[in-house]
């Protein structure tokens, strides 16, 4: 049986392309969720006024990826101690959020928060927000894929590609097989 997570972590191409990889993840989709606006536009939510974040939703074998390991990539590929901002990419579109689906995602998610908080994992607090998941409304169909697609593209070149490649040699035992 599958599950759900939409989860934020900076530019969506950068979480796409990771997540895409991982053993167990079924299906991501790049898209915009906890704004005031109903069905944003990718150049709406950059102005960073639509309350929207750019996030993955992920359809996820929890047989196979437990919630908890999900969450362990999430905060391990990307900064969560850094409010609204990740690199260069700045403004409330791209904070690190959870939006959870149901009780005991919300309950993991803050046991995860805690634990990284006092094991001291990041040299800052984490600022990840835990919401509840209200709505997700798909990118535009040429954000899907992204990566795949446009691996020469500057941004993918010098952000997504060094992002993936870390995340493939720290996590090689949670790859998918081809």
């Known amino acids: 049986m599958s599950a759900l997570a939409t989860l934020g972590n900076g530019c969506f191409w950068c979480t796409e392309a990771v997540l895409e990889q ?13 704004g005031h606006v109903p069905d944003p536009s990718y150049e709406a939510v950059c102005t960073g006024t639509t309350g929207h ?16 390991d ?3 990539i999430f905060f391990a590929t990307h900064d969560p101690t850094t409010k609204d901002r990740q690199g260069n990419d ?8 959870i939006f959870w689906h149901d009780e005991a995602q919300r ?20 600022v990840t927000e835990l919401a509840p998941f209200e709505r997700f409304w798909p990118a535009e169909r040429y954000h899907h894929e992204y ?3 446009n691996p020469r593209q500057p941004y993918c070149a010098f952000v997504v590609a060094p992002k993936v490649a870390k995340f493939r040699r720290q996590f090689a035992d949670r790859l998918r097989t081809p």
């Open 53 to 68: 974040a750019e996030v993955a939703q992920v359809t996820f074998d929890p047989a196979v990826l437990p919630y908890r």
């Open 107 to 126: 309950r993991e998610a803050e046991a995860l928060i805690a634990e990284l908080e006092r094991e001291r994992v990041f040299p800052a607090p984490v």
């Open 147 to 149: 990566f795949r697609r």
């Open 22 to 34: 991982v053993k167990g993840v079924e299906r991501v989709v790049p898209g915009y969720s906890g």
């Open 90 to 97: 700045v403004g409330p579109q791209y904070r690190s959020v």
């Open 70 to 72: 999900l969450l362990g």
